[in-house]
């Protein structure tokens, strides 16, 4: 089976890769011909573990090509994976599913044969009937072309591993041959024994959705605990194991910290609400909009726990270690940590940013921030040193290799990976997101 990816980017590139990785042969296509060329010389060009290695042994051996043109995957791939971007529409909360329309009627365009598109990319309830009307007005006379929908869940920072061995696959089509030219594309994890649900395009467009939605709401209830922990000194990371520990609840996705951030979760929990509205049942989702501002207050506490322990931020120098939306990835797409070092330069801290992977990222879309090369560099002068993103070299600091580096003696962990007690024996004053270390905080006072 000879396979096309539309869309090359963190979803489209990992997938083309891994289903080159299970034997096939694959053409990745996008519209920016610098990310085609830097693929097809084996470049990545964003950080995801696993991927680069593997993009150059397909290239190498010939498996995984590269093109911008529509003409060529058109006659060629009996199948094309979609895999283009569905982001935020600018000023509103809905998903811009122009991307998608795009690539459809490119494709109906151009292929003069019969073949199936399967759409991955994250869109709203009813956009594939909507697409398979644009397949019908835009193909060649005599073409065959189906439609299926197969929403994707890779985790960026374990892209590779979920993409060869998902936890499931879900595939929208009431078609069998589609069906059973799916089930060949994953035979492997399948025989693997990843279970396979088989439904139609709204359940499978929703499920994507909804899973996006509830990780959501999953992150903000903790949060909104530690709101409450945060008042009467109790300790959010026992009270998350306290139920976690329960099996109906699970102990994952409940960190309380500095929230989620990413080119995912914030613009997915957006377009379900305006998505039920448009279907008349704003009420349903209505929650998502506390979700979001839970998320959010966690920002502003970072920034007031901040103004607290420094007595004002004016003039005074922060460390921010992490710029990333979270460890394993360079993704700066709504990254908390981000957000929280523009805020304390904007009520004029003097702040200093170090990622591992992020930071050139970072300075493209913040580029008045200062950025250190390393950890030594973005702490030597800091008053105040802050964890923002959980990147392992972050997690394993201790207090006496970081006292070596800074005479700063103040620390907030925003997302809960250090050992307090280790910081505070060693004369630190330690402070963290819901646990009794943090000064007490007026909520009333806050808006978002
Ligand atoms: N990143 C993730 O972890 C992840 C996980 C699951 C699902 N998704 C979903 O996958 C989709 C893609 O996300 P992403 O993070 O890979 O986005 P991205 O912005 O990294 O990549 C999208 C790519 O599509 C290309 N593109 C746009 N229009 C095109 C067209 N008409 N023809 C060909 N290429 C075109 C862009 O140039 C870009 O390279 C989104 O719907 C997203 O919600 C992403």
Known sequence: MKISVVGTGYLGATHAACLAEMGFEVVGLDIDPLKIAALANGELPFHEPGLPELIRE???NGR??????YEEIGSWADLHFLAVGTPQRAGEQAADTSFVEDAVRSLAENIPRSALIVGKSTVPVGTARRLQDILQLHRRPGADVGLAWNPEFLREGFAVNDTLSPDRIVLGTDDPEHEALLRAVYAKPIRQGTPVIVTDFETAE??????NAFLATKISFINALSEITEVVGGDIRTLAQGIGLDARIGAS?????LGFGGGCLPKDIRALQARASELGQERSMRFLSDVEEINLR??????HLATSMLGELVSSKIAVLGAAFKPNSDDVRDSPALDVAVRLFDAGADVAVYDPKANA?????????????NVEQAVAEADLVMVLT???EFVELSPENLQLLTSARKIIDGRNVLRAEEWTDAGWEFA????????AYEYSTIGV
């Open 58 to 60: 397909h290239v190498a």
């Open 64 to 69: 995984l090509r590269f093109t911008t043109s």
């Open 206 to 211: 929703l499920v994507k959705a909804a899973a």
């Open 253 to 257: 996705f409940l960190r309380a910290g």
């Open 298 to 303: 966690r920002r502003e506490r970072a920034v």
């Open 361 to 373: 990222n970072a300075s493209r879309r913040f580029p008045r921030l200062t950025y250190a090369e």
């Open 390 to 392: 959980e990147w392992k």
């Open 432 to 439: 963290a997101l819901g646990r009794k270390y943090a000064p």
